[in-house]
């Protein structure tokens, strides 16, 4: 029943779920355990393996950690944790666990460490590599990630879909995909999923191009709105549900993108004016907050108190006409983003005075998408030499502002020598998901870092695939990740069929 | 005459048939299918192939397709196919041998459907596009019960076979085959149908279940079996697979024709041995015009503009580092070519450091691409523009051209090759290895990944390889700009190029030909001196000293003093001998065009006549 679900999660008929039901279970009753090589050589060295899980923290409910090894013929790995031990591999390349034996290895070692030691074989010889290990730690993850999944394409979506993960397993299915409406080569971008608490009985994501709109789930029930209303930039963009109140926070905003020449940061993406507005879905209508016409603001982000609405904003004069583009785009690298943060009387639903949190310009940095910790102590965000886009800037890093004493932590574990970016705490504060192009500089993929209760940070893992192989060969980007604590419940067939209704227009 | 004979007439006519309108026709539009086709042996590759109905088709399809590889062999394959069809289809429905040749119809308009492609062939995201239907064919003969008059029943239990038959073959088979589970749960009701007929028992009550059964197999296995799929449009389970023509707003029926007569003659297969005329005047007259009328139909589909076909080789002579071949087939051309030709040639030239002397001996007369229908405007940026910017050194520009057509139509040996080098000259070299990797997953592309990886290795060895001396130069000669080229691929190129100072030599000649080209006479003038700085000797190449006369005494640029140029004789008596033939024809009171006309013979070679003639820059 279960191999059923999994398969027609990933869009396989009725057929092909019962055929492939049979086969797990053959497949299930075929597999054992490998027995290790009776005579190795013995390698001074830790083993390289993809994705790198040598050393990590891990959550004790997450996913099997597979791995493999590049260039042997042969793999078995000797896993002992507590008083468990066993063997794993002799498939070619590749390590993969059973998901029962894995989970009763997360519970053996949970809060203290699994031991692993690798053997490869190449060319008939076998070698044993010096063992690693993978820390289990005590605080579980929130099992649900939902992410969009589309080529690193510029302009175009036609193959864009927002995705939902199963972190403790590998099912995955689709929220809601593109192509099901979409014909020839336009379609619809859709984008900004995010969750109140990160329930999916309030959600939101919106459709842009054709059959434009914000889809917006409310106690469970769906509507589809038109946010724009006179005077506003633009349609709703950027958001972040108010953590009690049916409001919803959004920037404003018109995006411009230019390509380099050379630079293999590739593109610029800017943003030529925004504004802060909120959203009551109640009432229906949209309210301003912040619209200075020198400052550029984005990225609004809710603290889990709801008294605060974070943000980033860049101060920009024109010197010529007002959003001339041409002069934006000389002057791209100026543009860099603080971290304010203003406060909310929910109340009277007004807003009090800007207040400066993180002077990145100061620095010649910029940072953006701020995320608050659940104690509201700590200010996650994504910091890049100027602009927004981060994912785009190979030295883009993820920060961690501590509120109390105004300092950054250090962050190094968990990041690379590439881009970095939309971080985001689980729900219990223990853990960071993030976007990363760590793996080759272009694709786009999950990677999650244990944030202890001291606020040290630990080496992040890339969020694992059934098949290894899969996170390399993949040519899409699997990006802005979002944890979730269920799965979202409405169907992609009823988001598709709201979203050939007519949307309804809000009020300001 | 026996029926073999029959058999041997058709079977080699529709071999020559297909061989011709093939291999001898088309060679260059089946090695450039494989090319911008995608097959993997990977599990990922497999799983997103099965996702939709006729996945296992599709992937078969595509695997298929990359034995266009090599033309020849991949025509046999195809033939092969279609002739296992041919021969399975006469044996299940029972069809006599003089009129067999009917069975070739369907196959006859899958050919046509080959051959018709032109400029969709840039747009189309099947990888599948070739073989998925011939495929599909033979899948429904088989799936038809060919074996139905030998099972071991008596007809009652045949009968029921038939009708427990259709809706299993339309529900077990509706994801691997498509719409040609579909076709076989047809055929089989069919032929259900025609051996109750023949036998001359009650007809209506079973040929009433059969319909009422087929109906609903037809109307629910697609609708069941796609219920939870979030890859299909509400409208397409009945249709998936079926090749639209559609781009946005536009589509173009005709060009589907072929596969509606593809899907619907072989509804006519069980019904052929009905045909009680044993006439072979009656058989061979129809086979004569049926042949007749597919020559027409093949002929009139072929699509031959030349410069399209051109293109195709022109293109993988570049991306193959053949620049003779590539100047070989621009000197071919007779009419007007396409503005991704002259790319092409302008590329060729500037690798063998001839772009300033020689490029104006060919042919700068352009013309848009002649497309198959008025349904689709094709741009350099949806051909070879990736291609293109590479070779100029814009690996940012190239990376993004592959991408955006990756988004649209699909990932392809092609796209992941020039994304391998665009990644090899910009020096991302774990992306060049996931590229590579994936291509060495391929059947015929692993011999270039292997041959590419010491690239991807060691960047001391770029200057010494031809494919990435000139674009690693350019890329690093190149000035960085922030910007964006709106689809005009050339325009972009030559824009950057006229203003970029450089003193690397190869990467001059480049910024001095694109002022040339774009007849800016401020930057001509830069970049004169700018090649006067590196090569103070004072020697020009052809093109720029016909361009500085020209400039000078024919335009009346002020302020140019030529005394530190060495002009080569020639090209000052040519010059002054073009000047006087221009006054003299003027005088006549010829009009530009006549003028044009009257000069190419002797002047056609020359920057004068380019200027004069080629009034406006085109580019595309």
Same mark, same amino acid.
């Given at each position: 029943?279960?191999?059923?679900?999994?398969?027609?999660?990933?869009?396989?008929?009725?057929?092909?779920?019962?055929?492939?039901?049979?086969?797990?279970?053959?497949?299930?009753?075929?597999?054992?355990? &490998?027995?290790?090589?009776?005579?190795?050589?013995?390698?001074?060295?830790?083993?390289?393996?993809?994705?790198?899980?040598?050393?990590?923290?891990?959550?004790?409910?997450?996913?099997?950690?597979?791995?493999? @090894?590049?260039?042997?013929?042969?793999?078995?790995?000797?896993?002992?944790?507590?008083?468990?031990?066993?063997?794993?591999?002799? #498939?070619?390349?590749?390590?993969?666990?059973?998901?029962?034996?894995?989970?009763?290895?997360?519970?053996?070692?949970?809060?203290?460490?699994?031991?692993?030691?690798?053997?490869?074989?190449?060319?008939?010889?076998?070698?044993?590599?010096?063992?690693?290990?993978?820390? @289990?730690?005590?605080?579980?993850?929130? &099992?649900?990630?939902?992410? !969009?999944?589309?080529?690193?394409?510029?302009?175009?979506?036609?193959?864009?879909?927002?995705?939902?993960?199963?972190?403790?397993?590998?099912?995955?299915?689709?929220?809601?995909?593109?192509?099901?409406?979409?014909?020839?080569?336009?379609?619809?971008?859709?984008?900004?999923?995010?969750?109140?608490?990160?329930?999916?009985?309030?959600?939101?994501?919106?459709?842009?191009?054709?059959?434009?709109?914000?889809?917006?789930?409310?106690?469970?029930?769906?509507?589809?709105?038109?946010?724009?209303?006179?005077?506003?930039?633009?349609?709703?963009?950027?958001?972040?549900?108010?953590?009690?109140?049916?409001?919803?926070?959004?920037?404003?905003?018109?995006?411009?993108?230019?390509?380099?020449?050379?630079?293999?940061?590739?593109?610029?993406?800017?943003?030529?004016?925004?504004?802060?507005?909120?959203?009551?879905?109640?009432?229906?209508?949209?309210?301003?907050?912040?619209?200075?016409?020198?400052?550029?603001?984005?990225?609004?982000?809710?603290?889990?108190? +709801?008294?605060?609405?974070?943000?980033?904003?860049?101060?920009?004069?024109?010197? +010529?006409?007002?959003?001339?583009?041409?002069? =934006?785009?000389?002057?791209?690298?100026?543009?860099?983003?603080?971290?304010?943060?203003?406060?909310?009387?929910?109340?009277?639903?007004?807003?009090?005075?800007?207040?400066?949190?993180?002077?990145?310009?100061?620095?010649?940095?910029?940072?953006?998408?701020?995320? @608050?910790?659940?104690? +509201?102590?700590?200010?996650?965000?994504?910091?890049?030499?100027?602009?927004?886009?981060?994912?785009?800037?190979?030295?883009?890093?993820?920060?961690?502002?501590?509120?109390?004493?105004?300092?950054?932590?250090?962050?190094? $574990?968990?990041?690379?020598?590439?881009?970095?970016?939309?971080?985001?705490?689980?729900?219990?504060?223990?853990?960071?998901?993030?976007?990363?192009? !760590?793996?080759?500089?272009?694709?786009?993929?999950?990677?999650?870092?244990?944030?202890?209760?001291?606020?040290?940070?630990?080496?992040?893992?890339?969020?694992?695939?059934?098949?290894?192989?899969?996170?390399?060969?993949?040519?899409?980007?699997?990006?802005?990740?979002?944890?979730?604590?269920?799965?979202?419940?409405?169907?992609?067939?009823?988001?598709?069929?709201?979203?050939?209704?007519?949307?309804?227009?809000?009020?300001? | 005459?026996?029926?073999?004979?029959? =058999?041997?007439?058709?079977?080699?006519?529709?071999?020559?048939?297909?061989?011709?309108?093939?291999?001898?026709?088309?060679?260059?539009?089946?090695?450039?299918?494989?090319?911008?086709?995608?097959?993997?042996?990977?599990?990922?590759? /497999?799983?997103?192939?099965?996702?939709?109905?006729?996945?296992?088709?599709?992937?078969?399809?595509?695997?298929?397709?990359?034995?266009?590889?090599?033309?020849?062999?991949?025509?046999?394959?195809?033939?092969?196919?279609?002739?296992?069809?041919?021969?399975?289809?006469?044996?299940?429905?029972?069809?006599?041998?003089?009129?067999?040749?009917?069975?070739?119809?369907?196959?006859?308009?899958?050919?046509?459907?080959?051959?018709?492609?032109?400029?969709?062939?840039?747009?189309? !995201?099947?990888?599948?596009?070739?073989?998925?239907? &011939? =495929?599909?064919?033979?899948?429904?003969?088989?799936?038809?019960?060919?074996?139905?008059?030998?099972?071991?029943?008596?007809?009652?239990?045949?009968?029921?076979?038939?009708?427990?038959?259709?809706?299993?073959?339309?529900?077990?088979?509706?994801?691997?085959?498509?719409?040609?589970?579909?076709?076989?749960?047809?055929?089989?009701?069919?032929?259900?149908?025609?051996?109750?007929?023949?036998?001359?028992?009650?007809?209506?009550?079973?040929?009433?279940?059969?319909?009422?059964?087929?109906?609903?197999?037809?109307?629910?296995?697609?609708?069941?079996?796609?219920?939870?799929?979030?890859?299909?449009?509400?409208?397409?389970?009945?249709?998936?697979?079926?090749?639209?023509?559609?781009?946005?707003?536009? !589509?173009?029926?005709?060009?589907?024709?072929?596969?509606?007569?593809?899907?619907?003659?072989?509804?006519?297969?069980?019904?052929?041995?009905?045909?009680?005329?044993?006439?072979?005047?009656?058989?061979?007259?129809?086979?004569?015009?049926?042949?007749?009328?597919?020559?027409?139909?093949?002929?009139?589909?072929?699509?031959?503009?030349?410069?399209?076909?051109?293109?195709?080789?022109?293109?993988?002579?570049?991306?193959?580092?053949?620049?003779?071949?590539?100047?070989?087939?621009?000197?071919?051309?007779?009419?007007?070519?396409?503005?991704?030709?002259?790319?092409?040639?302008?590329?060729?030239?500037?690798?063998?450091?001839?772009?300033?002397?020689?490029?104006?001996?060919?042919?700068?007369?352009?013309?848009?691409?002649?497309?198959?229908?008025?349904?689709?405007?094709?741009?350099?940026?949806?051909?070879?523009?990736?291609?293109?910017?590479?070779?100029?050194?814009?690996?940012?520009?190239?990376?993004?051209?592959?991408?955006?057509?990756?988004?649209?139509? +699909?990932?392809?040996?092609?796209?992941?090759?020039?994304?391998?080098?665009?990644?090899?000259?910009?020096?991302?070299?774990?992306?060049?290895?996931?590229?590579?990797?994936?291509?060495?997953?391929?059947?015929?592309?692993? #011999?270039?990944?292997?041959?590419?990886?010491?690239?991807?290795?060691?960047?001391?060895?770029?200057?010494?390889?031809?494919?990435?001396?000139? $674009?690693?130069?350019?890329?690093?000669?190149?000035?960085?700009?922030?910007?964006?080229?709106?689809?005009?691929?050339?325009?972009?190129?030559?824009?950057?190029?006229?203003?970029?100072?450089?003193?690397?030599?190869?990467?001059?000649?480049?910024?001095?030909?694109?002022?040339?080209?774009?007849?800016?006479?401020?930057?001509?003038?830069?970049?004169?001196?700018?090649?006067?700085?590196?090569?103070?000797?004072?020697?020009?190449?052809?093109?720029?000293?016909?361009?500085?006369?020209?400039?000078?005494?024919?335009?009346?640029?002020?302020?140019?003093?030529?005394?530190?140029?060495?002009?080569?004789?020639?090209?000052?008596?040519?010059?002054?001998? /073009?000047?006087?033939?221009?006054?003299?024809?003027?005088?006549?009171?010829?009009?530009?065009?006549?003028?044009?006309?009257?000069?190419?013979?002797?002047?056609?070679?020359?920057?004068?006549?380019?200027?004069?003639?080629?009034?406006?820059?085109?580019?595309?």
């Amino acid at each position: 029943m279960k191999s059923r679900t999994i398969c027609r999660g990933m869009g396989f008929s009725l057929s092909h779920c019962f055929i492939i039901s049979l086969l797990m279970v053959f497949i299930a009753a075929c597999s054992g355990h &490998p027995s290790l090589p009776s005579s190795f050589e013995k390698a001074d060295k830790a083993p390289r393996i993809y994705p790198d899980y040598t050393d990590v923290t891990v959550p004790p409910n997450i996913a099997p950690l597979n791995f493999l @090894v590049d260039s042997v013929d042969d793999v078995v790995a000797e896993v002992a944790a507590d008083n468990y031990r066993q063997t794993f591999g002799g #498939k070619a390349n590749k390590v993969q666990f059973m998901q029962k034996d894995w989970q009763e290895l997360l519970q053996k070692a949970k809060g203290t460490r699994i031991d692993i030691t690798l053997y490869t074989k190449k060319d008939g010889r076998w070698l044993a590599y010096k063992p690693f290990s993978i820390h @289990v730690a005590k605080e579980d993850i929130d &099992p649900y990630v939902s992410f !969009r999944q589309l080529p690193p394409t510029f302009v175009g979506y036609d193959e864009l879909s927002i995705r939902q993960r199963n972190l403790t397993n590998f099912d995955e299915t689709d929220i809601y995909n593109n192509r099901m409406i979409s014909k020839g080569i336009e379609g619809q971008c859709i984008n900004c999923h995010s969750y109140q608490n990160y329930r999916t009985d309030n959600m939101m994501f919106h459709t842009r191009m054709e059959h434009p709109g914000t889809m917006i789930v409310c106690d469970g029930k769906l509507s589809f709105v038109d946010t724009k209303v006179e005077g506003m930039i633009s349609a709703a963009a950027y958001n972040s549900w108010h953590p009690s109140l049916p409001i919803i926070a959004f920037s404003t905003d018109h995006t411009m993108q230019s390509f380099h020449t050379r630079d293999v940061t590739k593109v610029e993406v800017m943003e030529s004016a925004s504004d802060l507005i909120i959203y009551d879905i109640k009432q229906n209508r949209v309210l301003p907050v912040l619209s200075d016409s020198a400052e550029l603001e984005l990225f609004p982000s809710w603290s889990p108190d +709801g008294k605060w609405l974070y943000y980033c904003s860049a101060h920009y004069e024109y010197k +010529g006409e007002y959003e001339n583009t041409d002069e =934006l785009l000389n002057a791209y690298r100026s543009l860099q983003y603080n971290l304010y943060r203003i406060p909310f009387d929910a109340q009277g639903m007004t807003f009090g005075q800007p207040e400066l949190i993180y002077d990145a310009r100061q620095k010649n940095r910029s940072a953006v998408q701020p995320r @608050v910790s659940q104690d +509201g102590r700590y200010v996650l965000f994504a910091e890049g030499p100027w602009g927004l886009f981060h994912i785009w800037h190979p030295t883009a890093e993820v920060c961690i502002l501590d509120l109390q004493t105004g300092r950054l932590l250090n962050t190094s $574990p968990m990041n690379s020598h590439r881009a970095e970016s939309y971080p985001s705490f689980s729900s219990n504060d223990r853990w960071i998901l993030f976007e990363s192009r !760590r793996d080759d500089g272009n694709y786009t993929r999950l990677y999650l870092a244990y944030f202890d209760a001291s606020a040290r940070l630990h080496k992040a893992f890339e969020v694992p695939a059934e098949d290894p192989e899969q996170l390399r060969l993949l040519l899409r980007s699997q990006s802005r990740p979002e944890l979730m604590k269920e799965p979202v419940r409405i169907s992609p067939r009823e988001f598709r069929d709201k979203m050939l209704s007519q949307p309804t227009k809000v009020k300001s | 005459m026996p029926p073999y004979a029959f =058999l041997i007439l058709y079977i080699s006519t529709f071999l020559i048939v297909c061989w011709y309108f093939l291999y001898v026709r088309n060679a260059d539009v089946l090695f450039f299918m494989q090319d911008r086709g995608w097959w993997n042996d990977t599990r990922l590759f /497999f799983e997103q192939c099965i996702r939709v109905p006729g996945g296992l088709l599709s992937w078969a399809g595509a695997y298929l397709t990359q034995y266009f590889y090599y033309p020849a062999l991949g025509c046999s394959i195809l033939i092969l196919v279609w002739l296992l069809t041919f021969a399975l289809a006469k044996w299940s429905f029972r069809v006599p041998s003089h009129w067999s040749f009917l069975l070739f119809l369907p196959m006859a308009a899958l050919l046509a459907s080959d051959i018709q492609l032109g400029y969709w062939i840039y747009i189309l !995201r099947d990888i599948d596009y070739i073989f998925y239907h &011939p =495929l599909g064919l033979l899948a429904a003969t088989l799936l038809s019960l060919p074996f139905w008059q030998f099972l071991p029943f008596g007809d009652k239990a045949k009968r029921r076979i038939a009708l427990a038959w259709i809706p299993l073959v339309a529900t077990l088979f509706y994801y691997p085959f498509g719409i040609y589970a579909l076709l076989a749960a047809v055929l089989t009701a069919l032929q259900a149908f025609t051996s109750v007929q023949e036998r001359g028992e009650k007809v209506i009550p079973y040929s009433l279940s059969l319909l009422v059964l087929l109906l609903l197999s037809l109307g629910l296995a697609p609708l069941l079996e796609t219920s939870g799929s979030t890859l299909l449009r509400s409208d397409q389970p009945w249709t998936y697979g079926f090749h639209r023509f559609e781009l946005d707003d536009l !589509r173009d029926y005709s060009l589907e024709l072929p596969f509606l007569l593809a899907l619907f003659l072989p509804l006519g297969f069980p019904f052929i041995r009905r045909i009680k005329s044993e006439s072979l005047l009656l058989s061979q007259g129809t086979m004569a015009a049926a042949t007749a009328l597919t020559l027409l139909g093949l002929f009139s589909r072929d699509f031959t503009d030349y410069n399209f076909h051109a293109e195709l080789r022109m293109q993988r002579a570049v991306e193959e580092c053949r620049w003779a071949d590539v100047l070989q087939e621009s000197s071919k051309a007779k009419g007007p070519v396409t503005r991704e030709m002259i790319m092409f040639r302008d590329i060729a030239l500037m690798n063998r450091h001839e772009l300033l002397s020689k490029r104006y001996i060919y042919n700068n007369e352009s013309v848009q691409p002649v497309t198959v229908s008025d349904s689709i405007h094709i741009r350099i940026a949806n051909q070879a523009g990736d291609l293109i910017y590479l070779n100029y050194g814009e690996t940012i520009f190239a990376i993004r051209r592959a991408m955006e057509r990756a988004m649209h139509y +699909g990932f392809s040996h092609y796209t992941l090759r020039v994304l391998a080098k665009c990644a090899i000259v910009n020096g991302e070299k774990d992306n060049a290895r996931k590229y590579l990797r994936l291509l060495s997953h391929s059947t015929f592309q692993k #011999k270039w990944s292997q041959k590419m990886r010491p690239f991807a290795e060691d960047d001391k060895l770029l200057p010494q390889s031809e494919h990435f001396r000139l $674009p690693l130069k350019l890329y690093n000669e190149g000035s960085e700009l922030v910007g964006t080229d709106d689809s005009y691929v050339e325009l972009t190129i030559l824009k950057k190029w006229m203003y970029t100072l450089t003193h690397e030599p190869e990467a001059q000649q480049v910024a001095l030909a694109a002022a040339m080209i774009m007849r800016d006479r401020q930057c001509f003038w830069s970049q004169v001196q700018q090649f006067y700085n590196i090569n103070p000797s004072g020697l020009f190449p052809t093109h720029v000293q016909e361009a500085m006369l020209f400039e000078v005494y024919e335009l009346g640029m002020k302020g140019v003093n030529l005394s530190f140029v060495k002009f080569d004789d020639r090209v000052v008596q040519r010059y002054n001998a /073009f000047k006087a033939r221009l006054e003299q024809y003027s005088s006549q009171g010829m009009n530009e065009q006549q003028i044009g006309s009257m000069l190419r013979p002797e002047f056609g070679d020359t920057y004068m006549w380019d200027y004069c003639v080629l009034r406006q820059v085109q580019t595309n």
